[in-house]
């Protein structure tokens, strides 16, 4: 096992990772963690054209790229698109994932957001981290209960907006200016998936919309110079850490703006 702490970055399908959390990760990664990826979903679904099993290796192998240009530890997906269920198979390969990890950071997608697979997906790692620790809690390959903290981010919904289209502020701003070469270059290895979105939700320019997400995200910090930023929101530390820390902010200082709405009374 690694001496570096680590940093476990999850998303429903390929691709989720960049577009929301990419930045931050390699912030981390060059803050000495060791960055680990995951797409819970094959993305088995991707194409109207090429046949199911052609799009899942070439989705998989995009994916494998991306986390090859960060350094990433990649982990593979475990279940089909749209077959991202609370469940307990599911539950517990998840949980031998982040056994496996034993994260001090565990960056995950938004627990409201435009489709099921990312809301479940969110609620998945929540209880496997929660459970990191349960000795009578069997994960699926079996791995040994781990007792570290961990810290749990939520980062932005899609487009910065919920289910409903509401706008969402996030708690913390990470400026990830400086990191965008490697956020768009990461992005970039999913070119399947460009052609896919333009198909069927007729997302014309696939890294313009990354770039004018991070950016509606840090015109919402208010920092001033900051041209790109990533969103998150803290989950609850009860369960997962004896103190309420916020580790990201402590490990990245500066690069981090706090709401001030979200400022503890």
Known sequence: ????????????????VEFGMAGTLSLLAAAGFEPHMMNVARSNLDSNELPEAEITLLRRREAERSAQVLGAVYHPPIVDDLMIFYE?????????????????????????????????????????????????????????????????YHAQPHLNRDGMRNLVVPELFVDITSEMPTKRKMLGCHESQRRWLDETQGLDDYLES????????????????????????????????????????????????????????
């Open 210 to 265: 990354m770039m004018l997400a991070g950016a509606e995200v840090a015109r919402l910090s208010g920092r001033p110079g900051c041209e790109y930023a990533e969103g998150f929101r803290r989950h609850s530390h009860v369960g997962f850490s004896a103190e309420d820390r916020d580790l990201l902010s402590e490990v990245l200082g500066p690069k981090v703006t706090r709401r001030a709405a979200a400022s503890p009374p």
């Open 1 to 16: 096992m690694s001496q570096r702490p680590a940093v476990f970055a999850v998303g429903a399908h390929p691709d989720d």
């Open 88 to 152: 307990d198979a599911l539950l517990r390969r998840l949980s031998a994932v982040v056994r496996e990890i034993a994260p001090s950071i565990v960056l995950l997608p938004s627990l409201n957001d435009y489709m099921e697979d990312h809301t479940n997906a969110a609620r998945l790692v929540i209880t496997a981290c929660f459970s990191r620790a349960m000795q009578h809690y069997r994960s699926e390959p079996p791995r040994r209960p781990t007792q570290q903290d961990v810290h749990l």
